[in-house]
Structures are given as C-alpha cells and as structure tokens.
C-alpha cells in the first residue's frame, strides 16, 4: 500500500492529471452513448459530449485534492474545468485563453502563490509549450517515403518539446535556484514514459482491483520505480550532472529571458543564432566581489548562533558557522553553504570556530564539507571532528596575526596557558577561550570576540588598552548580562555593534540592561532577528545595510 501511495505522489503532474481525466471522459462517453445499457435515451436528455466534459472534470478535481493541491496541479485543473466549461456552453476556447484564465484563478484564490517557484515553472513550462508548438507545422523529413510514420513523429514531438521546455526553463531556473540540471533531458526522457504510461496505469488499476491481483501490480509498480531511482541516483552523482551559478542579478537573467524568446522563434525568423550572445552576462557572471580598496563584513542571519564572513575581492574568512539543529539540518546546509555558492563563492581562505558550542562550531562540517576550505583556527580540543577533518588545523592563541592585501588580522585572546590554566572550568564553560579575533582595514577595524565574559573582557582590557578600539563590535556573548562590561565599551569604544541574536530566543539576548548600556553610548545596533542578515562596507567609511531592508516586503511591518 505504501508504495502505492508513493507511485501516486510521483506521478501528479499536468499530464497524468489531463491523462485521468480523458480515460474517465472516454470512459462515460462510451457508456454515455450506450445508455448504461438501459433503454432510457440519455444522450436525448444530455448531450454525451457535456455528460464527458462534466465527468473528466469530477475525475479531475478528485485527483488533484488527492494529490494535495498543489500549484501545478490547481494549473491543470482550471485548464480542465475551462475546457469542460466551454464544451458545456457550446464555445470554442483558445488555448492561450485557457492558459491566462487558469492563471487568474490561481492568483485569486492564492495571490501568494507567487512566492512559490512551482508556480513561475508550471504556467511558464505550459506558455513555452504553446509558444514553441501552436500555430507552427512540423518541419518535413525527406526520406523517400510518403510521409512520416506515426512513430517517429511522436518521438520528433516529444524530443522538440523536450528541448524548448529545457531551453525556455533555464533562465528562469538559473534565477530560482542558481543551478541547472545538464542531466534532466536525459532524465526526463526515461522518467515521463516510465512514470506516465506504465506505472501510474499500474497503480491505478491495481487501486480497482482485490487482491492478489492488485498486490502483483504494486509490487510491479514498485520495482519500476525502484530501478529508476536507482538510475537517476547514478546519473545525479555524476561530476557534470549539475552547473552551479552565482544568483544572476536581475537585468542579466531578464536579457536572457528576451533570447530565449528569440531562440525559440519559428523558424525564418532572422539570426535566431544571435540570440546566444544574450546569454553571455548570464553565463559568465561569476558573483559578486566587493571592489578593489573595500572589505565586506556580512553577519549571517543563523538564528541563535555567531556566523560572520569577512571577505576582499581575493580572500574569504568565515567567523564561527552557526548552530546545529539536527542530523542533516544545521546552519552550515541551511544559511551558509546556500549563501556562498548564490554569491559564487567556492572557498574559504581561513575558518575560525571560536569554541566549541553548538551554536558557533555546529554548522562547520557542513561548511567544510560543500567548500573547500584552507585554515582552520579553533580553541577545540584534538580529537573533536571538525579539528580531525581539517587538513590544516592551528590552535587560536594571543599572538597570531596574518595579512590579506589592506586585512590586518589579530588574535587576541585566549593565551596558550590559558588552555591548561582554565582545563578544569573549560568542562562546564567552553567559552570562556573564544578565540577572539580583530580584522583592520585602513583606520576602522572590527572586534569579534565569540562567547567572551566579563574575566575575560577584563584580561583584554588590561593587555591591550586602547589597542581594542573598533568601529564595529560584535557583541559578546550575543549581549547576555555576563559581557559587555563598560570597561570593555570605554576600551574598543565602538559606532555599530551588531547582535547575533534568534528571533524571541530563550535567553532573550540582548539582555535590556547590555542594550541600554550601548545605547547610553550613542552605538548604533543591529539585529538578525530585526534585520535579516546585516551587511557592512569597509571603505573610507562604514555603511551599513539589512537584508530586510535591501528587500522589503510587507510582512516585515515596515
């Protein structure tokens, strides 16, 4: 039964939902003709063509809440009842006009339908489908026949299809997803017949019969979709199976939008091979990069956790990598690794995981796992997995310092004795040897110093003084009432400090007293869970900017 469920589940699409609704139209048509075999004139009292287009319909619509409503689905199923609706009051419809009033039912009844990706790729696939195909004759093959068999002309429709739907998709799937998939045609050519003609048919029919005889088709059904995914698994583990690309900014994805429509133009239409130069922006984009002379800071929206990237147009560091959530989940899959491979970045010059709390070193696997990454500096003892996984693994100690162009970095905290100084209280208190780190640029610098407390603030403060000075801080301990001591302001005496913080998190940092001591001292503060993620230009000055602002919806009550 549950492979029976699972056939279903796969096999919801526009086709097979049209494909049910023929059978059962077909169905009732026959029937319809014949009186149900009584010798009442049904067709007098209603004509068999509307008793058809009112059953395929009814077919159609339990097939769809069957399958759960989707927007592809609720697509093909206003086509449909369009169709049907147009039979019954004796109207021809034209496709397009069936294609536009789909689409405005869905918006009506679901105007956020929008937001979904299901939704651009189902009307676009059909507007492709129709834009390539209606209106159009079939190019002539001359092979000293007559004419064409029937089978070729299927497979030539079905290959042309093929191509214009990959074609017409892939600017729109680039923007989506930032990647395509090179082995889909291929996939789709074995998966559609397969899933389409043989086992939602097996499925089906063996939902109508008693068993055995309906366990002899699941089992069949089964096996089928057995073999193809373990087809489609070999052929998605292949090093080419997927091209992976920056997010495109929106003018180049629209200019390859625009040849696409050219591309796909009947043929006559003039220098249709042009229209690939319109896809050059697209595919030679290679993300954003901040500018010659500029650092870009950019705190990660990770929930309740620390994830900082600072980066040059040559070298990345990722400060801490987030929490951890569950096996599979965590902020490295979820936030970070997504974030660097839509900015087109594909390695980190340096990893820093302050300690070993699950909120700052639980997404670093992940992160490790996706990019390849150069250093990693933590304060994690030897055996922990992410120092084994590392190829190169240094303890963080007061005294590094490296340099990357106009990047001054700095290690300020903990001392190699604090280690063994502080084994005893590390058990219950990891954090108190964050591995505290400054990156300068020119005159303005930022302070990351983990999980640190007050002792620990004040061991800063009487070594370094006014060294610590910083125009941006972030702020220890996500702001809890153990940090951000005055002392500790008075020292680094920031003008933003950023708050690394969970929307309604348990700990409810920043605790109102940290945040008031900031404001007391005119730092202007941003928060994640106000914000989204905060973005800050190192320049000749510091210009800040939110996710939320650069892309504003209503929802965010602003």
């Given at each position: 039964m549950i492979s029976c469920i699972h056939s279903l589940y796969v096999a919801i699409s526009g086709l097979h939902i049209t494909m049910i609704a023929g059978m059962f139209a077909a169905a009732m048509a026959a029937l319809w003709r014949r009186s149900f075999f009584t010798k009442a004139a049904l067709p007098l009292l209603l004509p068999t063509q509307k008793a058809a287009a009112l059953s395929g319909a009814l077919a159609a619509l339990a097939y769809v809440l069957l399958a759960g409503f989707g927007i592809p689905a609720q697509r093909t199923l206003y086509m449909l009842l369009v169709v049907a609706l147009a039979l019954w009051s004796g109207r021809i419809a034209s496709v397009s006009h069936v294609l536009c009033i789909a689409l405005l039912v869905v918006l009506l009844v679901d105007p956020w339908a929008v937001l979904w990706p299901g939704f651009w790729l189902s009307f676009c696939a059909v507007g492709v489908i129709l834009y390539t195909s209606v209106g159009r004759r079939p190019a002539a093959r001359d092979d000293g026949n007559t004419r064409i068999s029937t089978w070729w002309q299927g497979l030539r429709a079905a290959g042309a299809t093929q191509y214009a739907v990959t074609i017409g998709l892939l600017s729109l799937t680039v923007l989506l997803f930032g990647r395509v998939s090179l082995i889909a045609p291929l996939a789709n050519a074995v998966a559609i017949p397969l899933v389409g003609l043989v086992v939602t048919p097996l499925t089906l029919i063996a939902s109508a019969l008693p068993a055995p005889l309906s366990t002899w088709l699941w089992r069949a059904a089964h096996l089928l979709l057995e073999q193809l995914a373990l087809l489609l698994g070999w052929l998605s583990a292949l090093p080419f199976a997927v091209w992976q690309t920056p997010a495109p900014p929106a003018w180049t994805s629209a200019l390859a939008l625009l040849s696409t429509v050219w591309l796909l133009a009947p043929r006559g239409w003039p220098l249709r091979w042009l229209a690939l130069a319109g896809w050059l922006p697209l595919l030679l984009d290679n993300g954003s990069r901040p500018p010659a002379g500029e650092m870009w800071v950019t705190a990660l929206d990770v929930g309740q956790g620390m994830a900082v990237l600072v980066e040059t147009a040559d070298q990345r560091l990722l400060y801490d990598s987030g929490p951890y959530h569950s096996p599979g989940s965590d902020a490295g899959n979820r936030v970070i690794v997504p974030y660097l491979k839509a900015r087109g970045i594909t390695a980190l010059d340096a990893l820093v995981i302050s300690h070993v709390h699950n909120d700052h070193a639980g997404g670093a696997l992940s992160v490790m796992d996706a990019v390849k990454v150069g250093t990693v500096y933590s304060s994690l003892p030897p055996q922990h997995p992410i120092v084994q996984t590392a190829t190169d693994h240094q303890t963080c100690h007061a005294g590094q310092a490296w340099q990357w162009g106009e990047m001054k970095f700095e290690m300020l905290y903990p001392d190699i004795a604090q280690y063994q100084a502080s084994a005893a209280q590390q058990k219950s208190k990891p954090h108190i040897v964050s591995c505290t780190l400054k990156v300068s640029h020119g005159p303005h610098a930022i302070l990351l110093p983990g999980d640190i407390e007050a002792a620990q603030e004040q061991q800063l403060v009487a070594r370094y003084g006014e060294d610590l000075k910083s125009t941006v801080l972030l702020a220890p301990h996500h702001g809890s009432g153990t940090s951000s001591t005055a002392a500790f302001l008075a020292q680094v005496d920031p003008q933003i400090v950023l708050f690394q913080v969970g929307y309604r998190n348990r700990f409810h940092h920043p605790k109102q007293q940290v945040a008031a001591r900031y404001q007391e001292r005119g730092v202007e503060g941003f928060?994640?869970?106000?914000?989204?993620?905060?973005?800050?230009?190192?320049?000749?000055?510091?210009?800040?900017?939110?996710?939320?602002?650069?892309?504003?919806?209503?929802?965010?009550?602003r």
């Amino acid at each position: 039964m549950i492979s029976c469920i699972h056939s279903l589940y796969v096999a919801i699409s526009g086709l097979h939902i049209t494909m049910i609704a023929g059978m059962f139209a077909a169905a009732m048509a026959a029937l319809w003709r014949r009186s149900f075999f009584t010798k009442a004139a049904l067709p007098l009292l209603l004509p068999t063509q509307k008793a058809a287009a009112l059953s395929g319909a009814l077919a159609a619509l339990a097939y769809v809440l069957l399958a759960g409503f989707g927007i592809p689905a609720q697509r093909t199923l206003y086509m449909l009842l369009v169709v049907a609706l147009a039979l019954w009051s004796g109207r021809i419809a034209s496709v397009s006009h069936v294609l536009c009033i789909a689409l405005l039912v869905v918006l009506l009844v679901d105007p956020w339908a929008v937001l979904w990706p299901g939704f651009w790729l189902s009307f676009c696939a059909v507007g492709v489908i129709l834009y390539t195909s209606v209106g159009r004759r079939p190019a002539a093959r001359d092979d000293g026949n007559t004419r064409i068999s029937t089978w070729w002309q299927g497979l030539r429709a079905a290959g042309a299809t093929q191509y214009a739907v990959t074609i017409g998709l892939l600017s729109l799937t680039v923007l989506l997803f930032g990647r395509v998939s090179l082995i889909a045609p291929l996939a789709n050519a074995v998966a559609i017949p397969l899933v389409g003609l043989v086992v939602t048919p097996l499925t089906l029919i063996a939902s109508a019969l008693p068993a055995p005889l309906s366990t002899w088709l699941w089992r069949a059904a089964h096996l089928l979709l057995e073999q193809l995914a373990l087809l489609l698994g070999w052929l998605s583990a292949l090093p080419f199976a997927v091209w992976q690309t920056p997010a495109p900014p929106a003018w180049t994805s629209a200019l390859a939008l625009l040849s696409t429509v050219w591309l796909l133009a009947p043929r006559g239409w003039p220098l249709r091979w042009l229209a690939l130069a319109g896809w050059l922006p697209l595919l030679l984009d290679n993300g954003s990069r901040p500018p010659a002379g500029e650092m870009w800071v950019t705190a990660l929206d990770v929930g309740q956790g620390m994830a900082v990237l600072v980066e040059t147009a040559d070298q990345r560091l990722l400060y801490d990598s987030g929490p951890y959530h569950s096996p599979g989940s965590d902020a490295g899959n979820r936030v970070i690794v997504p974030y660097l491979k839509a900015r087109g970045i594909t390695a980190l010059d340096a990893l820093v995981i302050s300690h070993v709390h699950n909120d700052h070193a639980g997404g670093a696997l992940s992160v490790m796992d996706a990019v390849k990454v150069g250093t990693v500096y933590s304060s994690l003892p030897p055996q922990h997995p992410i120092v084994q996984t590392a190829t190169d693994h240094q303890t963080c100690h007061a005294g590094q310092a490296w340099q990357w162009g106009e990047m001054k970095f700095e290690m300020l905290y903990p001392d190699i004795a604090q280690y063994q100084a502080s084994a005893a209280q590390q058990k219950s208190k990891p954090h108190i040897v964050s591995c505290t780190l400054k990156v300068s640029h020119g005159p303005h610098a930022i302070l990351l110093p983990g999980d640190i407390e007050a002792a620990q603030e004040q061991q800063l403060v009487a070594r370094y003084g006014e060294d610590l000075k910083s125009t941006v801080l972030l702020a220890p301990h996500h702001g809890s009432g153990t940090s951000s001591t005055a002392a500790f302001l008075a020292q680094v005496d920031p003008q933003i400090v950023l708050f690394q913080v969970g929307y309604r998190n348990r700990f409810h940092h920043p605790k109102q007293q940290v945040a008031a001591r900031y404001q007391e001292r005119g730092v202007e503060g941003f928060r994640n869970d106000e914000g989204g993620a905060i973005l800050l230009k190192f320049g000749d000055g510091v210009a800040v900017d939110t996710y939320r602002n650069q892309h504003r919806r209503y929802w965010y009550g602003r």
